[in-house]
Every structure is written in structure tokens, then in C-alpha cells.
């Protein structure tokens, strides 16, 4: 099983990145795929999460309406398009897979670094 993120880098304030997530090893399409974000010093928080079939999408509170999550269950990818960064987005981005029924079963990726900064 791997899950593997990409797209990360440094980008100036107001900004825009897209994140890739390639999953590997899973039935891709029967698990809910989120994304989550570590800034130094910080917990883990969710930042978005989209259903197997893409019908339901959250963003949390601090992202609405700048970042997009989508999926392609062809491609076994999900992706964060993330618009208007702010310096308060760095953080580094982990990509989750958690297993449609059974939540218990949960991967993660490495992750990848996002810094904004002028």
C-alpha cells in the first residue's frame, strides 16, 4: 500500500498549488480520501475530505472557499487545488485514505512540504 503526495514547494502569498495524491496497493474507489495538514509546532488537522464517489467534498473553515479537493478513481489520485495561499497554509500536507465501511482501516502518505512565503 503506498500513498504517495507531490506539488508541494514554496509559493508567495496569494499563491495558488495543486497537490497530487497517487495511491498504490487499494481498492482506491471504496475509501474516503482526505487531506491533512502539520504546521511546525502545530497537531495534525483535517483540511478537506471527499467521498468514494465524489459526491460529498468538506473543506474546513480556514480553507472554504480557496481550496478545492476532487479525485479520479480512474487515475487512483485526489488532489487539493489550493488558490489565494496564505502563510498560515504552510504546513506539510498528508494525504489519508480511510476505508469506506470499515474506518479502522486508514493509510497515509509521507506527505509534502507547503511553504508561503514573500
Known amino acids: 500500500v503506498q500513498l504517495v503526495e507531490s ?5 508567495q502569498p496569494g499563491g495558488s498549488l495543486r497537490l ?3 495511491a498504490s496497493g487499494f481498492t482506491f474507489s471504496s475509501y474516503v480520501m482526505n487531506w491533512y495538514r502539520q504546521a511546525p509546532g502545530k497537531g495534525r488537522e483535517l483540511v ?7 459526491s460529498t467534498t468538506y473543506h474546513a473553515d480556514p480553507v472554504e472557499g480557496r481550496f ?6 480512474a487515475k487512483k489520485t485526489v488532489y487539493l487545488q489550493m488558490t ?3 502563510f498560515e497554509d504552510t504546513a506539510v500536507y498528508y494525504c489519508n485514505a480511510r ?8 493509510f ?3 506527505g509534502t512540504l507547503v511553504t508561503v512565503s514573500s
Open 7 to 11: 506539488g508541494g514547494g514554496l509559493v
Open 20 to 22: 497530487s495524491c497517487v
Open 48 to 54: 478537506a475530505t471527499i467521498t468514494d464517489n465524489s
Open 68 to 73: 478545492t479537493i476532487s479525485r479520479d478513481n
Open 84 to 86: 489565494s495561499l496564505k
Open 99 to 106: 476505508h469506506l465501511r470499515v474506518g479502522s482501516i486508514s
Open 108 to 110: 497515509w502518505g509521507k
